[in-house]
């Protein structure tokens, strides 16, 4: 009867772990290149979510970006009625914020879908958002490789000024929230022709 020993001397046991740590070195490589290839081609992936952006700022979406190009308070006479004196001198009528929206869509072959109700005005001193009073944007699609740019108001109650930031919000195709602060700039020192 012959018997045999097997002796290890552990270079099997050495030879396989440094096989294991290869492969799973080569797989998170692996995927590591894929994952910077798809937010190289999708960098919107990173703004999901809720995402605030500043006036003039182009803000990544799914379909390509958003922004808001510009803002601004005025008071729109009113001109509805027979004529008045009121309405000759433009002392009826109410104030405004205007806002001036860019959609452009780089991505969806489909095209994108955009309304008004899309976007929203928030903040302010306990105010809830609010949906505009009006838009140059009709509900319609964007097709690839076009943009739109509309114009949204909100009326202003009388008296109402605008303290604290007050944000646009667009909420577009899927659910992702961007939102665009709407800073106030401050008012400017009056001026007496003095010198300092």
Do not use: K
Not at 51 to 61: D, F, I, L, S
Not at 103 to 128: C, K, W
């Amino acid at each position: 009867m012959t018997t045999c020993v097997i002796v290890r001397d552990g270079r099997g046991e050495r030879s396989a772990r440094l096989w294991l740590v290869v492969v799973v070195g080569a797989v998170l490589a692996g995927l590591g290149v894929a994952l910077a290839v798809v937010l190289l081609l999708r960098p919107d992936l990173l703004r999901l979510g809720r995402e605030t952006a500043a006036v003039g700022e182009p803000v990544a979406t799914r379909f390509g970006t958003f922004s808001v190009t510009t803002w601004r308070t005025t008071f729109v006479p009113d001109t509805q009625g027979p004529p008045s004196t009121a309405q000759h001198n433009g002392t009826r009528g109410s104030d405004q914020l205007q806002v001036w929206v860019r959609l452009t869509n780089t991505r969806d072959g489909r095209g994108v879908a955009y309304a008004p109700a899309q976007f929203r005005l928030a903040g302010g001193t306990g105010s809830r958002p609010r949906s505009p009073d009006g838009s140059t944007l009709e509900s319609s699609r964007l097709p690839r490789g076009a943009s739109i740019d509309g114009q949204l108001w909100f009326d202003l109650a009388r008296g109402e000024r605008l303290t604290g930031t007050r944000w646009l919000e667009y909420v577009g195709p899927g659910g992702s929230r961007v939102r665009v602060a709407l800073e106030q700039a401050p008012a400017p020192s009056p001026s007496h022709g003095h010198q300092p």
